[in-house]
Nanobody, 127 residues
Framework: QVQLAESGGGLVQPGGFLKLSCAASGFPLVDYAIGWFRQAPGKEREGLACISSSGEISYYLDSVKGRFTVSRDDAKNTMILQMNSLKPEDTAVYYC????????????????????WGRGTQVTVSS
């Protein structure tokens, strides 16, 4: 069974950091693109970053470039999102997703392109 499971969310003060993990089961990440999305309260879900099956990394939001880093641990079949210098506007539910169409090996920042989703993990940045 194909599944994605996020972990690592929580409450952090502005300027702090968190590391999110996305564990994949039922399929090998080395053969599929996988990405991070987030949905803030009252806003649409948006793409953050993605790793293609070949390991190419794309970032889709200017607001996270230089602060967020995405990586993949092939031995653990897991994707990581390291978030530094967190801001209140980073507060959102963070999701990982895979199974992109039309080519599952290639990334996309479009929500509609992803067909396998985790349940999400809440990140709250507040003092």
């Amino acid at each position: 069974q194909v599944q994605l499971a996020e972990s690592g969310g929580g409450l952090v003060q502005p300027g702090g950091f968190l590391k999110l993990s996305c564990a994949a089961s039922g399929f090998p990440l080395v053969d599929y693109a996988i990405g991070w999305f987030r949905q803030a309260p009252g806003k649409e879900r948006e793409g953050l970053a993605c790793i293609s099956s070949s390991g190419e990394i794309s970032y889709y939001l200017d607001s996270v470039k230089g602060r967020f880093t995405v990586s993949r641990d092939d031995a653990k079949n897991t994707m990581i999102l390291q978030m530094n210098s967190l801001k209140p506007e980073d507060t959102a539910v963070y999701y990982c997703a895979s199974g992109y169409t039309p080519d599952w090996r290639l990334c996309s920042g479009r929500v509609a392109a992803a067909n396998v989703w985790g349940r999400g993990t809440q990140v709250t940045v507040s003092s």
